[in-house]
T-cell receptor, first 119, second 114 residues
């Protein structure tokens, strides 16, 4: 079974600085999808960025980018020019390809990293 | 605007009582999901439904039940068999098996024991 590990329960960054959140996963599959979700104090889950495993190019969305290392099974999130509104829980998630009699392709989440932003 | 509506925002359950959490979406999504979130834990899948009148157990289905009579609605019942129901419950939906499309989440329901 696939697992997702976020080894940093909490992280802190100074406003306008850069921070990197770590995520590793365990899978025997070659094709899959990876996501980072943000959960602010309002508790709603918001998609930050997604990565298809077959793409070598790292995904980027404005100030958010990933470092996807497929061989190392690593999927870290870099937040540049951190803002106070970035303070939230961040969850890494894995989604496999559905297969008959196998995976249903549901999301598997890590335990999350709580990011604090200092003014 | 399209989205997912969960109600109520807060819910209290007495011992031995069943309670039902509502989830409605107007995104025209085929798939819907229920997750449970405990402090210090990631989201864990309770039940999911890929199509009307069909649903599947997730990782922690014991003590819960669902129905999917309409595409827009996926209510979750927390039964008296669930001995530790206090948690935050999130409903989500997605466009079926289009894998690049993310799951969209509701605002959640916090369930507590009286």
């Amino acid at each position: 079974a696939q697992t997702v590990t976020q080894s940093q329960p909490e992280m802190s960054v100074q406003e306008a600085e850069t921070v990197t959140l770590s995520c590793t996963y365990d899978t025997s599959e070659s094709d899959y999808y990876l996501f980072w979700y943000k959960q602010p104090p309002s508790r709603q889950m918001i998609l930050v960025i997604r990565q298809e495993a077959y793409k070598q190019q790292n995904a980027t969305e404005n100030r958010f980018s990933v470092n996807f290392q497929k061989a190392a099974k690593s999927f870290s999130l870099k937040i540049s020019d951190s803002q106070l509104g970035d303070a939230a829980m961040y969850f890494c998630a894995y989604r496999s390809i559905p297969s008959y009699g196998g995976s249903q392709g549901n999301l598997i989440f890590g335990k999350g990293t709580k990011l604090s932003v200092k003014p | 605007d399209g989205g997912i509506t969960q109600s109520p925002k807060y819910l209290f359950r007495k011992e031995g009582q069943n309670v039902t959490l509502s989830c409605e979406q107007n995104l025209n999504h085929d798939a819907m999901y229920w997750y449970r979130q405990d402090p210090g834990q990631g989201l864990r899948l309770i039940y999911y439904s890929q199509i009307v009148n069909d649903f599947q157990k997730g990782d922690i289905a014991e003590g819960y039940s669902v129905s999917r009579e309409k595409k827009e609605s996926f209510p979750l019942t927390v039964t008296s068999a669930q001995k530790n129901p206090t948690a935050f419950y999130l409903c989500a939906s997605s466009i079926g098996q289009v894998l690049t499309q993310p799951q969209h989440f509701g605002d959640g329901t916090r369930l507590s024991i009286l």
